[in-house]
């Protein structure tokens, strides 16, 4: 799913019309006619379905007006309330698709999209919406069969013409990166090539011969076309090819523009924040912070330098990390903060800056979306630096290469830094812890817990966390689950994880002798929830999360010895005018 400033009413704006649906008008028309037919007991049958339909209608056009309200929610509750009246309007179903990828909720939005397609096949909407929950989730693959589909059934709708057009584009650059993609064992360190001494005074070891071998590549590849398919395939592929390594060159300078990570001088006249020798300082970050809010960027020198030390400290640390909090002492907990820079410093106003005196975990999904991520990281890893005990970071969803292309950390990246950084932060990315135990007693996790019984600390302590999330198994579990009201474990709403109930939650905890989950990924209304007969929290400290769902933010406080939680909810702070996903991936952004 994404969020949108935009307004909701666009080509595929959910239906308001106060006359009744096509289905609902078949429904009463064969009604009539067993009437006619001389059907006996026709008449309660059809004033049922009469009502039925009618009240459908009613439910359906409450959930529109709480979905215009970014109720998101509400408007799924009622939604399914129109399908238990009348069950066989696709477009009850495919407005449901909506809401659910609204709250991110893909794999939902998936099978009610399918189930619209069931009903009614030539339902272009049902396709769209498939298509775009398949987008959502990175599958362009899939979302290009349905947006096909949509311009079969619409083919002179401009609007699903360029939608058509921009997924085949993502859909070849997938497998241009497909095929030019270095296998694993092959692949080498792009932290390793970085001495930030060393900037501007020598030339980047591996930038140029790096993309002499892809150029290389390139011209093999158009040689290869010529050979097979002749010149005019050829011409093709080398304008793709062309396309492709600009992008993959960052945007700037040429082809070897990527050697300007290393080939710049501190300048004299820079007047932003500056590290002195190897210590990240608090006056450094205060400054920083400073520059940040009025929209200023940190010379690269420095930005290598955070990331590059905080990637040797987590690198350092167990996937499951421990912490201990004095008695008399306190610690804090905070949730996603996607991006949303002012809102952070926000958290800092209440609560007071990290330090070892006031310590801080944040829980994951620390970019996308809100377009001032590399804000915020920089800032929790200059922290890191300063202060190793003052901030913990743990790993969330959003901490991959796959959604960081999709929903707007990478393109941020590549503009407000480079197409080094991009794959700097993927490698410090899979570095980062998965879990926390605070004083063996509360577990903090950005996801949830497990498909399988019997998930023992010692089992995530092993976990080899050192790589992109996995579809499956525990680590996919860890970030990417949730909680639910009913007892046992069910699929994700999400498309990826699982859904577990309080029996689930309640065994794990027993048998690691712990008291309470912590987790976050869910955006919820006041910040916070509180589940599973209590012995479940969720935390989200992204307020307004997207500039419109309207939701408070909320961290947790706990004190030594009882460690009991203190939630304090707070309201979003004003930020510049960018909007959030301005980054995102250009496909994306089209749904806005």
Known sequence: MYFSSAPVHRTFTLSLSLSLSPDAEEIIARTRCGLLSGTKNTLPNMETQNSSVARAEEL????????????????????????????????????????????????????????????????????????????????????????????????????????????????????????????????????????YDSIGTV??????????????????????????????????????????????????????????????????????????????????????????????????????????????????????????????KHFTVCGDV???????????????????????????????????????????????CMSPSAIYLARGNHESKSMNKIYGFEGEVRSKLSETFVELFAEVFCCLPLAHVINEKIFVVHGGLFSVDGVKLADIRSIDRFCEPPEEGLMCELLWSDPQPLPGRGPSKRGVGLSFGGDVTKKFLQENNLDLVVRSHEVKDEG???????KLITVFSAPNYCDQMGNKGALIRFEAPDMKPNIVTFSAVPHPDVKPMAYANNFLRMFS
């Open 528 to 534: 916070y929830e509180i589940e599973h007969d209590g």
């Open 60 to 195: 359906k056009l409450q959930a529109n007006e709480a979905f215009k309200a970014h109720k998101y929610a509400q408007a799924i509750d009622l939604y399914s309330q129109a399908i238990d009246s009348n069950g066989e309007n696709a477009v009850y179903w495919a407005n449901r698709a909506f809401a659910h990828s609204k709250l991110e909720e893909y794999g939902s939005a998936i099978q009610d999209a399918s189930k619209a397609i069931e009903i009614d096949p030539g339902y272009s909407k049902g396709y769209y919406r498939r298509g775009a929950a398949y987008l959502a989730m990175g599958k362009f693959k899939e979302a290009l069969k349905d947006f096909q589909q949509v311009k079969r059934l619409s083919p002179n709708d401009p609007d699903a013409s360029k939608k058509l057009k921009e997924c085949e584009k993502a859909v070849m650059k997938l497998k241009f990166e497909e095929a030019i993609a270095v296998p694993e064992s092959a692949r080498h360190s792009v932290a390793d090539s970085i001495d």
């Open 203 to 328: 030339p980047n070891s591996s930038s140029l011969p790096t993309q002499a071998a892809v150029a290389s590549v390139a011209v093999a590849t158009v040689a290869a076309v010529v050979v097979l398919v002749g010149t005019a395939a050829a011409a093709v592929v080398l304008m793709l090819l062309v396309c492709l390594g600009a992008y993959w060159c960052g945007y700037g300078g040429g082809l070897f523009s990527r050697s300007s990570d290393v080939d710049l001088d501190v300048e004299p006249q820079y007047s932003g924040a500056r590290i002195e020798g190897d210590v990240v300082t608090l006056d450094f970050v205060k400054k920083m912070i400073e520059d940040f809010k009025s929209q200023k960027c940190l010379h690269k020198r420095y930005a290598f330098q955070i990331v590059l030390q905080t990637r040797e400290m987590l690198r350092a640390l167990p996937s499951l990390v421990d912490i201990n909090v004095p008695h008399g």
């Open 338 to 384: 996607h991006g949303q820079f002012y809102d952070l410093l926000n958290i800092f106003e209440l609560n007071g800056l990290p330090s070892e005196e006031n310590p801080y975990l944040f829980n994951g999904d620390f970019v996308d979306r809100g377009s001032f991520s590399v804000e915020v990281i920089l800032t929790l890893f200059a922290f890191k």
